[in-house]
């Protein structure tokens, strides 16, 4: 999760490219890990519809929190 902390434009559906992932998954200590992250980041699929729904929930006026189980990466 620390990874994509760093990315919060990726939650609306920005592309991340591989090489700011590598940089980041390295700054922040998890250079070992960063092909796992790598993998599991390409698996990420945006739903638009569902940002849609946020989108609408949040102009009226509802705060709205991603909440994730992901592991730490």
């Given amino acids: 999760m620390q990874v994509v902390t ?3 434009e990726a939650l609306i559906g920005a ?3 591989e090489d700011r992932i590598r940089a980041t998954a390295h700054r922040l ?3 070992v890990h960063v092909d ?3 993998s599991v980041w390409s698996t990420f699929d945006l ?3 569902s940002l849609e729904v946020v989108s609408q929930v949040r ?3 509802t705060a709205c929190y991603l909440a994730t189980n992901q592991d730490s990466y």
Avoid: R
Wanted: aromatic share 6%.
């Fill in 6 to 8: 760093q990315f919060p």
């Fill in 59 to 61: 102009a009226a006026g």
């Fill in 29 to 31: 200590g998890l250079g």
């Fill in 15 to 17: 592309a991340i490219d």
């Fill in 36 to 38: 796992d992250i790598i």
């Fill in 47 to 49: 739903l638009g519809p």
